[in-house]
């Protein structure tokens, strides 16, 4: 992996704007199913529709009762060597934002400032109002799942609350998006990072850089329909590979 990952990491090395754009492979590597996958979510679980969570109080039911299950594995997961490596780019200076498509939170579980992630598709550890937005943090939440409430509501005005997560039927939340469109168009290099990049508009984010003049690099066990676009592609799990690459990389400052 050595050898393969030095042409990478010399593409990597001079690049002080970087855009980590990752997906559910990076963090499969921690436990967690990816969306596709022969085990994946959508495979063995039913995911709520946006019309589900306003008119179905059955199904938001089932919805808390399936979390009150889940979440506290879920919440056990911890980074693996593919966050860490991210982390220790960002704390080189390298690397301004991480675009991510998922909802684990392992990122700023790992360290990187929260200030610096844009999770494109909300996150499981926050809770909010459908009716007036307030957030709640999923553990208060869950103290009243635990207490046998089954259809949660608001504390604030009585409306029904939901996953600070977008569901099937809703579009991507709106300056989040805008956020991730203009830190990709000021990026010098993005390194995709387990995602299969066929779900839009976010698979459109390195399209975005690309045209803008950066550099593409795209880490990932399957092909993807960019990588045609890439200036490299790497085949491979997303911890080994980013941990060995960010090796190569940060050794090799020291040596110059």
Same mark, same amino acid.
């Given at each position: *992996?050595?050898?393969?990952?030095?042409?990478?990491?010399?593409?990597? !090395? $001079?690049?002080?704007?970087?855009?980590?754009?990752?997906?559910?492979?990076? /963090?499969?590597?921690?436990?967690? $199913?990816?969306?596709?996958?022969?085990?994946?979510?959508?495979?063995?679980? @039913?995911?709520?529709?946006?019309?589900d969570?306003?008119?179905?109080?059955? /199904? !938001?039911?089932?919805?808390?009762?399936e979390r !009150?299950?889940?979440?506290?594995? *879920? @919440? !056990?997961?911890?980074?693996?060597?593919?966050? @860490?490596?991210?982390?220790?780019?960002?704390?080189?200076? @390298?690397?301004?934002?991480i675009v991510t498509q998922n909802i684990d939170g392992l990122h700023q #579980?790992?360290?990187?400032?929260?200030?610096?992630?844009?999770?494109?598709?909300g996150s499981s550890h926050r809770i909010? %109002?459908?009716? %007036?937005?307030?957030?709640y943090a999923a553990d208060t939440i869950h103290e009243r799942l635990e207490q046998r409430e089954t259809d949660p509501r608001c504390e604030h005005c009585g409306g029904v609350?939901?996953? /600070?997560? +977008?569901?099937?039927g809703e579009p991507l939340p709106e300056v989040t998006l805008r956020r991730a469109v203009e830190a990709s168009a000021e990026a010098d290099? *993005?390194?995709? +990072?387990?995602?299969?990049?066929?779900? #839009? $508009?976010?698979?459109q984010l390195p399209v975005v850089a690309r045209k803008r003049g950066a550099r593409l690099v795209i880490v990932n066990r399957e092909p993807t329909p960019l990588d045609e676009l890439a200036h490299a592609v790497v085949r491979g799990e997303a911890g080994p590979v980013l941990d060995e690459l960010v090796r190569q990389v940060l050794d090799g400052d020291d040596a110059t």
């Open positions: *992996m050595h050898d393969l990952l030095g042409p990478v990491a010399e593409l990597v !090395r $001079p690049a002080r704007n970087i855009v980590v754009f990752t997906g559910a492979g990076i /963090s499969t590597e921690s436990g967690i $199913p990816d969306y596709r996958g022969p085990n994946g979510v959508w495979q063995t679980n @039913r995911i709520p529709t946006i019309d969570v306003r008119n179905d109080q059955h /199904s !938001r039911e089932q919805h808390w009762q !009150r299950r889940r979440f506290p594995e *879920m @919440r !056990r997961k911890q980074p693996n060597a593919g966050h @860490r490596a991210i982390v220790a780019l960002e704390r080189d200076g @390298r690397v301004s934002t #579980k790992a360290g990187s400032d929260p200030a610096h992630v844009l999770e494109l598709h909010r %109002c459908q009716v %007036c937005g307030r957030e609350l939901r996953a /600070s997560t +977008v569901l099937f290099l *993005m390194l995709v +990072v387990g995602s299969s990049l066929v779900v #839009k $508009p976010a698979s």
